[in-house]
């Protein structure tokens, strides 16, 4: 079972640090993808990040602003966010790719085969 959780109200320029914690299996085995849904739209990729914090790849929108993150001993994913934008505000979402996924597929959703409940995300003066 995924959880996601740090969502909140924050300001334009603000951060926040959002956690994917993970029950009942080991987050390094697994790649771990971050998606976002703004209201009236689609979910779309936001940062993946392969088994053992291998690599990582961002969506351009959030390149250089978001970092993603795995803690072994938390169990938990991360990802902090930086420079935010009211374009940012969105539903966030992780979720696990089964082993074995091919990093070239990590960013479509359906590579993922379990997600977490959702996050949200408001950026807002």
């Known amino acids: 079972q995924l959880q996601a959780s740090g969502g909140g109200l924050v300001q334009p320029g603000g951060s926040l640090r959002l956690s994917c914690a993970a029950s009942g299996r080991t987050l390094s085995s697994y790649a771990v993808g971050w998606f976002r849904q703004a209201p009236g739209k689609e979910r779309d990729f936001v940062a993946f990040?392969?088994?053992?914090?291998?690599?990582?790849s961002y969506d351009e929108s959030v390149k250089g602003r978001f970092t993603i993150s795995l803690d072994s001993a938390k169990n938990t994913v991360y990802l902090q966010m930086n420079s935010l934008k009211p374009e940012d505000t969105a539903v966030y979402y992780c979720?696990?790719?089964?082993?074995?996924?091919?990093?070239?597929?990590?960013?479509?959703?359906?590579?993922?085969?379990?997600w977490g409940q959702g996050t949200l995300v408001t950026v807002s003066s």
């Open positions: 990040i392969r088994r053992s914090g291998s690599s990582t």
């Open positions: 979720a696990t790719a089964p082993p074995g996924s091919i990093s070239s597929t990590l960013w479509r959703q359906n590579s993922y085969s379990d």
